[in-house]
């Protein structure tokens, strides 16, 4: 974890040292050109450095991890890596039903958002009770 720390501590440091940099070059102080590209620069500053200190301090709890170890053998990260999902068709049916909803706000056709809003919702079922019935029930 303290990989991962580190490069968004990098990235953090490059957005403070890239947002002024930028807001002195559009000439936002004075005629107030380009406020949304600063905002967005400063509001990604913030949101690299949260996930910076969430990390490290998260490392600072957990043991070290093989490929956090420097005297770390290969056959140290054997074993099982975790629970990987099988095939779905869940998120198709979700992604398609939110694309006709935005049509549907695109176009002004209300009672298609609805109705596809209501096929997203049972889609979204689906997809959260996935792992409750079938041939993948836990």
């Known amino acids: ?19 002024p940099a930028y807001w002195f070059v559009t000439d936002a102080g004075d005629s107030g050109a380009d406020w949304t ?6 509001m990604t500053t913030l949101l690299t450095m949260m996930v910076a200190m969430y990390l490290g301090f998260q490392a600072k709890r957990m043991d070290a991890r093989p490929e956090d170890r420097k005297d770390a053998e290969i056959a140290d990260g054997a ?3 975790g629970f990987f999902p099988p095939y779905s ?3 198709l049916w979700c992604g398609a039903a939110l ?11 209300w009672w298609l958002f609805i109705i596809a809003g209501m096929l997203g ?7 959260v009770y996935e792992y409750y019935r079938g041939e993948h029930a836990h």
Do not use: D, N, Q
């Open 1 to 19: 974890m303290k990989v991962e720390a580190w490069i968004f501590v990098i990235c953090t440091v490059f957005l403070v040292l890239v947002t």
């Open 121 to 127: 919702a049972i889609a979204l079922c689906g997809l």
């Open 79 to 81: 074993g099982e890596l």
């Open 89 to 91: 068709w869940w998120p």
């Open 37 to 42: 590209g600063t905002s967005a620069l400063v």
């Open 99 to 109: 694309a006709v909803m935005t049509f549907g706000v695109a176009v002004h056709a």
